[in-house]
């Protein structure tokens, strides 16, 4: 069984002999040794030996932002937030009396803005 020699015929045998004995000839040797030299001249070992740095990890990729569909809207976060709750601090009152409220505190927008990002929000969950 050894090293796999059971399944080669002689011919073959003798080819891979062949083979290895002109790898080992001292012109295969000699010319390794000039290529070798050649190389270390260009610097071709600096190269070498910086292909096998580990290579260093990607950055990591910064989260995704919620994509949302449609237009921006026209009043910013903050100002919504802080409109809620200046209406829920309060009694509950018509719409045209809280656009006023909201315009009064310094939330700036239309009427229909106001009531769909603001007013509808705050008094959802407010009892009758």
Known sequence: MGKGYVDLTPEQRAAAAERARLLKSPSRQAEQDRIRVIGN????????????????????????????????????????????????????????AACQTLRNAGIEGEDGPLYRLII?????????
Do not use: C, F, H, W
């Open 41 to 96: 001249k260009l610097g071709l070992s600096q190269l070498r030996k910086a292909e096998t740095a580990p290579p260093t990890p990607p950055a990591p990729t910064p989260p995704r932002t919620e994509m949302r569909a449609g237009r921006p809207r026209s009043i910013a976060e903050d100002q919504i937030n802080k409109g809620i709750t200046i209406l829920q601090s309060q009694d509950k009152m018509s719409v045209k």
């Open 120 to 128: 509808k929000r705050a008094y959802a969950g407010m009892s009758k």
